[in-house]
Every structure is written in C-alpha cells, then in structure tokens.
C-alpha cells in the first residue's frame, strides 16, 4: 500500500543548483499533480499531467520543468533553485479524489 | 474560473464543543466539493467529498459536512471535538463536468482543540 511516493523528504540547495523531485504512484492513476505550499499560501498548482504523455501548466509554474515519464513517475525539475523557491513540495495522483504524498522540504539558501 | 475562499485563518474550540470550519466557493455549473487534512509534517488526507445527492456528507474520523448551494457554502462540522483533530483543514473544489482537471484549494484554516 505504497500510494504516492516522493523522494527526496528533505534536501538543501545553494541558489543556481538544480534538482529533480521524484513521485510515482502504484495505483494506476491517469492524472499527477505538483503542488507547492507555502505559509498562508494554500496549495498551489505548479503543473499537473492528465494522462501519460501530457503536461499543463498550473498557477505557479515559472523556475520548473516537469516529466511525465511513464504512468507511474511525474518529475519536477528546477533548474536554477532560487530562495523563492524555498517550499514544501506535493505530489498527488488522481481518478477524481487526489491522493498526496508526503511531501519534500525543500530550502534554497 | 474556480475559486475557494476559508474565511478563518485559525479557529478555537473546546474539547468536547461542536466545531465548524467555513468554506465557501465558486464554480461553473455544478461542484465537486473536497474536505482534505493535514496533520504536521504530513501530506493532505482526504476527509469526505460531495458529488450530488444529500446535502449533508459524513466522512472520515466523525467529520460531516453540509452543502448548500444557495450560499454556495460546503462547511465541515464534527459534533464534539477532540484534541487529536487539530490540525490544517483544506477545501477543494472543481466543476463536476471538467473531467480530471486540479482541484482549487483554498488557504487552509489551522483547528486548535483545547483539552
């Protein structure tokens, strides 16, 4: 019963470094989502993939790049870190109830 | 465009107290209507939703909560509180005909319980 499973937990950055997040999920799910939130922010949507092959863009998504790599891995890249991007990061998987995993700490210094 | 508006930033209740916590949304044409929580250093689990049907939804851990689309209001409620229910409650909405698009979150309202 693994769900939705993201790597790193935690992870430190110096500005200018880049990274990549990893999520897969077992359950078979079309859609996968990236979620950021911040203090007094909510979730916000970075990006987010329908179904394999397609990516959109969300409320949030310039300093990012995501893969949809198979059904089960969503990816987010950030390729220049920057102190803004200093976050907690969520991904989620979906048929219509959205099931998160349990997030990476992610701080740019 | 959706939109989700949480108008209390924190609420306090007695252990034992009823609780409410206030959502209230906007949408084109019908909603699908999400209750999540997140408990500290975890990610969101999924309370209850609404699709269609009775106004008032019972969900996860003795959380109902009631729909009513004239005040376009989907607020979550728990007859007697527990101090173990503290914690960020989030709502959720996106139009039921839109397919599998993101759900709108609003900013989430922190639940004290006091013993």
């Known amino acids: 019963n693994a769900g939705v499973t993201q790597t790193p937990k935690f992870q430190v950055l110096k500005t200018g470094q880049s990274m990549t997040l990893q999520c897969a999920q077992d359950?078979?799910?079309?859609?996968m989502y990236w979620y950021r939130q911040d203090p007094g922010m909510g979730l916000r949507l970075i990006y987010y993939s329908a179904s394999e092959g397609t990516t959109d863009k969300g409320e949030v998504p310039n300093g990012y790049n995501v893969s949809r790599l198979n059904k089960r891995e969503f990816s987010l890249r950030l390729e220049s870190a920057a102190p803004s991007q200093t976050s907690v990061y969520f991904c989620?998987?979906?048929?219509?109830?959205?099931?998160f995993g349990a997030g990476t700490r992610l701080s740019v210094l | 465009a959706q939109s989700v508006a949480q108008p209390e930033d924190q609420v306090n209740v007695a252990e034992g107290n009823p609780l409410t916590v206030k959502c209230t949304y906007s949408v084109s044409g019908n909603p699908y209507l999400f209750w999540y929580v997140q408990y500290p250093n975890r990610g969101l689990q999924f309370l209850l939703k609404?699709?269609?049907?009775?106004?008032l939804v019972k969900g996860s851990y003795g959380f109902e909560a009631e729909f009513n689309k004239s005040q376009t209001s989907f607020h979550l409620k728990k007859p007697s509180a527990l101090v173990s229910d503290s914690a960020l409650y989030f709502c959720?909405?996106?139009?039921?005909?839109?397919?599998?698009?993101?759900?709108?979150f609003g900013k989430g309202t922190r639940l004290s319980v006091i013993a």
């Open positions: 959720a909405v996106r139009a039921l005909r839109s397919g599998n698009t993101p759900l709108v």
């Open positions: 989620a998987s979906s048929p219509g109830i959205q099931y």
């Open positions: 359950m078979n799910h079309n859609s």
């Open positions: 609404y699709i269609t049907g009775d106004n």
